[in-house]
């Protein structure tokens, strides 16, 4: 596609249920970033991606949080047992390569209201 | 590790003044260095980006930032202000090897007043 793409924008659900959270990158980037941004505050890095494998996961913040890329393109942001404190915009970019001089091309985001 | 110190969480400048947006790095190892803007319930927009070469880098939207080793500072400048650069920036720092992670400051607010 011409951009990244975030589904749903916006999602409110309940304490302790579970959500899935979708990014869709550019057509041809290999690398893809996950990161969450609370209110008042620059984006945390949660995970990364370079083709099907997480290269890096050392963001998540904990178990609950889970994420995959099978087929290389499309990601799924999983959180279990959702707390209020997961409340955030969770924030998607892809890469051509997961190198930084290439620079990311961000998603919207979709905004987690957890009540 | 790296982190990045952004100074004045909200930053007010006149149509037609100097932008200046300071950012402070820390890193143990060489940084790359951007600046990111976000507007208002849109996904950031890469402005900038320092990846040592040219240590003066221009970006879009009329936007530059200098690299300045000896002050650890990477500060976002534009000559004259416009409305339409009201919005959020953020200034983020990865090492230039390795780690792909970008680590971000808290942000500063830039508005353009009239």
């Known amino acids: 596609g011409a951009g990244v793409s975030q589904t749903p924008s916006n999602k409110v659900t309940e304490k302790g249920k579970y959500v899935e959270l979708r990014c869709d990158p550019i057509?041809?980037?290999?690398?893809l970033y996950w990161y969450r941004q609370s209110l008042g505050q620059g984006p945390e890095f949660l995970i990364y991606f370079q083709g099907t494998g997480a290269a890096d996961d050392s963001g998540l913040p904990n178990d609950r949080f889970f994420a995959v890329r099978p087929e290389g393109s499309v990601s799924t942001l999983k959180i279990q047992r959702t707390e209020r404190g997961d409340s955030a915009v969770y924030l998607c970019?892809?890469?051509?390569?997961?190198?930084?001089?290439?620079?990311?091309?961000f998603g919207s985001g979709t905004r987690l209201t957890v009540v | 590790a790296q982190s990045v110190t952004q100074l004045g969480s909200h930053v007010s400048v006149s149509e037609g003044a100097l932008v200046l947006l300071r950012c402070n790095y820390s890193s143990s190892v060489p940084p790359y260095l951007f600046w990111y803007v976000q507007y208002p319930n849109q996904g950031l927009q890469l402005l900038l980006k320092?990846?040592?070469?040219?240590?003066l880098v221009k970006g879009i939207n009329g936007f530059e930032a200098e690299f300045k080793k000896s002050e650890t500072s990477f500060h976002l400048t534009k000559p004259s202000a416009h409305m339409s650069d009201a919005a959020e920036y953020f200034c983020?720092?990865?090492?230039?090897?390795?780690?792909?992670?970008?680590?971000f400051g808290t942000g500063t607010r830039l508005t353009i007043i009239p």
């Open positions: 320092y990846t040592s070469a040219a240590t």
């Open positions: 983020a720092v990865s090492p230039n090897f390795g780690n792909e992670k970008l680590t």
């Open positions: 057509s041809g980037h290999t690398a």
């Open positions: 970019a892809s890469s051509l390569r997961a190198r930084q001089n290439y620079g990311y091309t």
